[in-house]
């Protein structure tokens, strides 16, 4: 009997790791919560974006819940509220903010400055679900424009290729202030932003991403930092004793885990139904292969810590220390496979009908066809 436990025993420390290892699905906690979703109705009307929503269609579509810390749930309610909604059409994704602020001020007025150094609304899409390849649109409360396309995630162990030049074609975007910016005497009540992405810029090569039945990757960011009146009158950021700005706040709709946006593979999920806003609901479901992705996810994230600290990856799965409660979000089947050179890798989840989902160093997560 004390030959078959410890028979037992050294099979499991080596298909798993050490028994009293932590999991890590309990170390990347923070990374590996369920991305947020949401159903995206066709529009009932026409939308003409001028930052009022003020068509049958924004007020009969649902808004996100409010925006968290960037950081996670178990961090500092955000001071103010701030929501989204979401419609689209055969032309256009439509996306309306609303943004409580009792201050609204905005500085930069030329395009492509960094937005984010003036409080700002942000917006992320991955229109594959990749993660790589994907676009960032920012604005401030004036509707200054900050947009920029991203081959990868600045966390790439290569240089990562970003066009800061690149415009979003035939992007519409319109602000409205709900008191009187820039005017420190008084109390505001918020500020929106309402924004119509067209189709070719969510469409990858010949592949249009916008129709019903698809889900795609999108987040969206709220910056906000502390305050000063400057002898002039003017609002800018509040800097500390030793002279350097606080850091500002990060508020998401879907958190991240990390002060972090550049993370594709935590974004939420929007699904395109198609029924018109106000006649009729779906039930939102998340793609089926999303556990999947999420396993994946955290063998990637171990990955990173491990190069980070000996400039090499784990070879093979039981270098990981994978305990039992970590395979358990992997859906039953799958058999999962680990190549590695000195500075690549591909871990390959293959389903038991033949699918393969694999991850690579740079952080894609793509089918294998």
Known sequence: MKKIFLSLFVFITALYGEVNAQALSDKYAPMLTIPKGYVC???ADAIHVDGLA???SWKNAQPTEAF?????????????QTTAKMLWDDKYLYIFAELEEPHIWANLQKRDTIVFYDNDFEVFIDPIGEGHNYFEIETNA????????????YRAPRRTF???????PGLKLATHCIGKINNPKGTDKGWTVEMAIPREAIASEFDNYLKAGQWLRI??????????IDANGRYDRKKGKDGKYLPEDNWVWSPTGQVAMHMPERWGYMYFSDKTVGQGTDTFRYPTDEPVRRFLNMLFYAQEEQYAKTKSYYKELKDFGLQPKDMQMLPAGYQVNVETTSHTYEITALSPEG?????????????RK
């Not at 968290?68 to 103010?80: E, K, L």
């Not at 987040?219 to 000063?228: K, L, P, T």
């Open 54 to 56: 003020n068509e049958a």
């Open 355 to 367: 699918k393969a989902y694999v991850m690579n160093e740079s952080g894609s997560c793509f089918i």
């Open 68 to 80: 968290v810390d960037i950081s996670g749930y178990h961090f500092p309610t955000p001071r103010y």
């Open 41 to 43: 109705y066709r529009t």
């Open 219 to 228: 987040n969206f960011s709220r910056v906000e930092w502390q305050y000063d």
């Open 142 to 153: 004036i509707g200054t424009v900050f947009d920029l396309s991203l081959e990868k995630p």
């Open 162 to 168: 970003v066009q800061f030049q690149w415009n979003c």
